[in-house]
């Protein structure tokens, strides 16, 4: 389809497209295929009280109901799944597979928030006091900032706003300056679902175009009651910075360092395509994209060449063509972030293979490459870092403590995985004394996660969590009840207090 088309069927046109001034191009070919209007500081505050008003009405909207919202969402998601998922491989470059993939985790949160809705369940609690009876209560929030990353334009505004919505809380939404597209269309199915709700209070989702400025107005708020941060570790700091300023609440979900420890044990072809799909899987630029791969000495030189060979023949190219399986990088900057760590790694002793640029003739302003793996004779401070490309840090382990010391030996913490078919290693690594990350799976690689589960990490990943059984709860207020039903006074821990 042609890119026009795309944005006409994903309900992107005229004034909306081409009214403004942030530029928008499309990591295929480097293109600028819209200008769109900024919002300024002004505005933000404007959107903000807006939400003020909307939560007004919103939190005494029945739970259920307001989990009706949320299911007409997922409906018109639906939809539009295969139109959305296009746009989403056009703006931010993610093979059309994922970015159909992408749609479908934004209607699986819908899902698991309409059941929620049902669900905003507190506690009864004995009371130490004849007659009294203790409770706690769960209480829509107030507003909620939403704060995304590039590489995941519009799933990371749904796990938190599909639940928010349900919970009672109006949504702000500030996506990446780098895909507002995404962010437009989805606001547009949004408006789609409001209509057919019918009474909802308006500026119940909005959408503020612009970059890192605007939303560092929305963390300055302090009618912003939770904001839910994506992206860098970066930008991880400079929000929840500002929001410990105002005692505000965050939900932080920032860069990792993630890795796979592959021991003697292990089935290698099923390890082969886990870590083919996890390196170089939406172009190595998932948050948990595989970048670091900790394999025994016994069979390092088994599993190296057989991922050559794989990535040898992996089809580079127009992520919307049928068959490929590695898009571009998001811009220029991106490409040379990860030509700037192939030359470190070199200096530090590591054999590069791959990495380098292809394409250029066609696309002489897009960025593809082949994606690297680089033999390392050791974790060095570079592979400490999160380089966000397809670049695949190889190492080699003895004993498996010392494996898993090197594992968590790195600042983040988001997913990890071992592939072993020994028990008494799968459980080493997920005990107390294993992974240290939010993530940590056995035989399967360490992106792709499901809804059903906390989503998030520990250390410079920021400590928050989307999705999964009790996220709901980081959009609510927490309140215990005690209620005397007696005719006496009696007081906690039998203070005398006679008047
Ligand atoms: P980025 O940090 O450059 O930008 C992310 C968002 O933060 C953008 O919307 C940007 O405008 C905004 N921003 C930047 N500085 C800000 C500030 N001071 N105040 C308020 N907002 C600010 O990240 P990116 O390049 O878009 O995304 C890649 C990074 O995101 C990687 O580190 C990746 O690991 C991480 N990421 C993490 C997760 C996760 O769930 N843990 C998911 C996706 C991406």
């Not at 190296?304 to 023949?313: A, F, H, K, N, Q």
């Amino acid at each position: 389809m042609a890119h026009e088309q795309i944005l006409t069927a994903a309900g992107l046109s005229g004034e909306t497209l081409h009214g403004g001034t942030l530029a928008v191009t499309t990591p295929i070919d480097g293109r600028e295929i819209a200008r769109v209007h900024q919002h300024t500081a002004a505005e933000m505050d404007a959107m903000i009280d807006a939400a003020r008003d909307a939560f007004e009405s919103w939190r005494t909207v029945p739970a259920p109901r307001r989990g009706e919202l949320v299911r007409l969402i997922g409906e018109e998601l639906r939809a539009s799944k295969e139109q959305l998922g296009a746009l989403v491989s056009l703006e931010c470059g993610k093979i059309v597979q994922e970015g159909m993939g992408e749609v479908q985790e934004m209607i699986d949160i819908c899902d698991f928030a309409v059941g929620v809705s049902r669900q905003l369940h507190g506690l009864t609690i004995a009371s130490e006091r004849p007659g009294h009876v203790m409770r706690e209560t769960w209480h829509p929030l107030g507003v909620c900032g939403v704060i995304s990353a590039f590489n995941f334009p519009v799933a990371v505004w749904s796990w938190n706003a599909a639940l928010a919505l349900v919970c009672g809380d109006p949504v702000i939404w500030k996506p990446s300056e780098k895909t507002p597209l995404t962010a437009l269309a989805t606001q547009g199915i949004v408006e789609r679902a409001l209509a057919r709700f019918g009474d909802a209070p308006p500026a119940l989702s909005q959408v503020a175009i612009g970059g890192a400025e605007l939303g560092a107005a929305l963390t300055a708020s302090p009618h912003v009651a939770l904001v839910s941060a994506t992206g860098s570790t970066r930008m991880g700091r400079a929000v929840a910075s500002a929001m410990a300023e105002r005692l505000g609440r965050t939900i932080l979900e920032l860069g990792g360092n993630n890795a796979m420890i592959v021991t003697p044990s292990a089935d290698l072809d099923l390890a082969t395509r886990a870590i083919v799909f996890s390196a170089v899987g939406t172009a190595g630029q998932r948050c948990t994209s595989l970048r670091r791969l900790i394999v025994h000495d016994d069979v390092f030189d088994d599993l190296l060449p057989r991922l050559r060979s794989v990535y040898d023949g992996l089809p580079i190219g127009d992520p919307l063509t049928e068959g490929v399986l590695v898009g571009p990088l998001i811009d220029e900057r991106a490409f040379v972030a990860m030509q700037n760590a192939l030359e470190r790694s070199r200096a530090d002793g590591g054999e590069v293979f791959g990495g380098d640029r292809t394409l250029a003739d066609e696309h002489p302003d897009a960025y593809y490459v082949r994606p690297a793996i680089v033999e390392m004779p050791e974790q060095t401070e570079l592979v400490r870092e999160e380089t966000f490309a397809p670049l695949l840090y190889a190492m080699r382990y003895r004993e498996l403590p010392d494996a898993i010391a090197m594992h968590n030996d790195v600042p983040q913490g988001l997913s990890s995985c071992i592939f072993s078919t020994d028990v008494r290693e799968t459980e080493a690594f997920l005990s107390a004394t294993g992974s240290d990350c939010g993530i940590a799976n056995v035989n399967i690689g360490p992106s792709g996660a499901e809804i059903g589960g906390a989503f998030g990490g520990e250390k410079d990943t920021g400590g928050g969590r989307e999705s999964g059984a009790d996220a709901w709860r980081g959009y609510m207020r927490r309140q215990t009840n005690t209620v005397n039903y007696s005719r006496e006074l009696p007081l906690a821990q039998g203070i005398s207090f006679e008047i």
